[in-house]
């Protein structure tokens, strides 16, 4: 019954895989999307410094980030557990990936969508929110999906800060039962489910957010 | 702080080598992988669709610990780290590779290869000579993206026990007082290793541009 333990004990650590994306996911989402609009609309300081951050955060390894706000952020006086750091980390990190996608699908949308808007009496924080916005962000839908696909792909540095993730009972479990090969493919062979259950679900989203638009990107292809 | 740059620079010579390698790996399979993915019959069409969704599926590192665990601990087998880091890493930019490449391929306009085939040429040939040299400059952004993902995933070959950047950072960190110097020292030298990466592919960018022929955006 070895293989039952070894089972249950993936199944935990798929439990702390699960809740890591879900806690990354959205706050990675909302930071892409404040970041994205900061960096085309927001006053020149407030550009320089959205630009910064997602320079620095896309041009250094996830496993870095990671150990400097686990190990580092500490020393500064900033103590946060493994799983609020995980967590951090995986969501600045792909806030900056998603804030470019929702940058260049704001600024795919005609300029003059937003003049209209300005011309009608609104303010341009209407204007962009009512106008400009709900159009951009169904084009940065594809984009985004595939960073939360990677998302479900990084969340397995989580155990490189101590967690007990799926791949870290992965871990465990293969350094236990010495078989590392058969324990490492059932791990990896659930991320793959993962990321397939999750590319169907993005795939619904993106036919019915698409429904009515005329996409012209969908029709060239 | 002199002392610690400098331990950290003679890591950075294994993080290029891992970088280089697989790099290379990736293009030299990508690129026919890609070509397939277009061009090739369906069974091998099918076949690569599941080498592709398997190699993207699995988390850099779980590929990595298969390979080097797994495939290493298999009796008879014996894989140095090195050799698994550059394996895993390039098997995976190939899978990406391919799929950039078959991506640029379909940017190449349909008369560009029937009209090489109308002035008889024959269909590997029109592709060599024809199509494959526009897409592959169509696949430049996306390979200078490619080139920033593997540098970062290449910080993932320490925990197999290879000596790179990372792992010097790693060892420095546990070692001394002053873990902050380390790590922030570590992400600034992997930051401008992904900046002059991106800078070179630019600048290939301009060189391989032909006058009239699209960016590659349209």
């Known amino acids: 019954m070895e293989w039952l333990d070894t089972g249950l004990q993936l199944l935990v650590g798929l439990r702390m895989t699960i809740l890591l994306i879900l806690a990354a996911a959205p706050a990675g989402v909302a930071i892409g999307v404040i970041v994205g609009i900061a960096r085309v609309y927001g006053p020149r300081p407030v550009r320089v410094l959205a630009f910064a951050y997602q320079s620095a955060f896309r041009g250094i390894p996830l496993v870095i980030q990671l150990f400097i706000i686990y190990y580092v952020l500490p020393r500064a006086g900033l103590r946060l557990d493994p799983f609020p750091s995980a967590v951090l980390a995986f969501a600045l990190c792909s806030g900056a990936y998603h804030s470019e996608y929702v940058r260049s699908a704001l600024l795919s949308i005609p300029t003059g969508q937003l003049e209209g808007g300005l011309a009608l009496g609104m303010r341009q924080s209407v204007a962009v929110r009512a106008i400009i916005l709900p159009q951009a962000l169904r084009k940065a839908v594809p984009g985004c999906g595939n960073e939360l696909v990677y998302l479900i792909k990084y969340s397995s540095l989580a155990y490189l800060v101590t967690l007990v993730d799926l791949t870290g009972a992965g871990r465990l479990e293969a350094y236990a039962s010495f078989r590392f090969f058969e324990t490492f493919l059932v791990v990896g062979m659930v991320y793959l489910a993962m990321v397939a259950l999750a590319r169907t679900g993005l795939r619904c989203i993106e036919r019915r957010w698409r429904c009515g638009l005329n996409e012209r990107a969908a029709t060239r292809a | ?218």
């Open chain 2, 1 to 218: 702080m002199v002392q610690t740059l400098s331990t950290l620079l003679s890591g950075v010579g294994t993080t290029l080598l891992l970088l280089v390698l697989a790099l290379g790996i990736g293009f030299t399979l990508g690129v026919p992988i890609g070509i397939l993915h277009v061009y090739g019959r369906r069974p091998l069409r099918l076949l690569l669709s599941g080498y592709d969704a398997v190699i993207r599926g699995f988390p850099a590192i779980v590929l990595l610990f298969l390979i080097y665990f797994g495939i290493g601990s298999l009796p008879g087998v014996r894989i140095p780290s090195l050799h698994a880091a550059i394996l895993a890493l390039g098997l995976r930019s190939a899978a990406y590779q391919g799929r950039l490449v078959e991506g640029t391929l379909r940017m190449v306009p349909m008369g560009q290869l029937e009209s090489a085939l109308a002035v008889g040429m024959r269909r590997t040939m029109a592709i060599r000579r024809i199509v494959l040299p526009q897409a592959l400059r169509f696949s430049l952004p996306g390979l200078a993206n490619e080139y920033s993902i593997v540098l970062k995933d290449t910080a993932l070959a320490f925990t197999v026990g290879v000596i790179e950047l990372m792992s010097r950072a790693k060892f420095l960190a546990a070692s001394k007082r002053e873990i902050a110097q380390v790590y922030l020292l570590a992400a600034a030298l992997y930051w401008i290793l992904t900046q002059l990466g991106l800078l070179g592919f630019g600048w290939l960018e301009r060189r391989a541009r032909i006058s009239g022929l699209g960016s590659g955006r349209r």
